[in-house]
Nanobody, 119 residues
Framework: QVQLVESGGGLVQAGGSLRLSCAASGRSFSSYTMGWFRQAPGKEREFVARIGWSASTIDDSVKGRFTISRDNAKKMVYLQMNSLKPEDTAVYYC??????????????WGQGTQVTVSS
């Protein structure tokens, strides 16, 4: 398993940008699919983006605004968020697992970082 720590959240105005980072420790980081999920108050945790060895996918709700990337040498995953909207407000989680958009397929989770977008 890997241990994950997110950073980079905060308060931003609508239309602004944030870059979330996820630092991993442990073995075999490069073999995991890394995902970003988010959970707004009163809602279920939902898929945002995932990245494997050579492919990535972005949820339609953020496509064109968010980008996921990874640096295997540094054991880091990033989520670049542009043109933020108030509906993007949530706790964002980094996760390690298999190639999936389901939370159940991710075995390791970070503690989450709060993103708040004001209108």
């Amino acid at each position: 398993q890997v241990q994950l720590v997110e950073s980079g959240g905060g308060l931003v105005q609508a239309g602004g940008s944030l870059r979330l980072s996820c630092a991993a420790s442990g073995r075999s980081f490069s073999s995991y699919t890394m995902g970003w999920f988010r959970q707004a108050p009163g809602k279920e945790r939902e898929f945002v983006a995932r990245i494997g060895w050579s492919a990535s996918t972005i949820d339609d709700s953020v496509k064109g605004r968010f980008t996921i990337s990874r640096d295997n040498a540094k054991k880091m995953v990033y989520l670049q968020m542009n043109s933020l909207k108030p509906e993007d407000t949530a706790v964002y989680y980094c996760a390690a697992g298999t190639w999936s958009t389901r939370t159940a397929d991710y075995s390791s989770w970070g503690q989450g970082t709060q993103v708040t977008v004001s209108s």
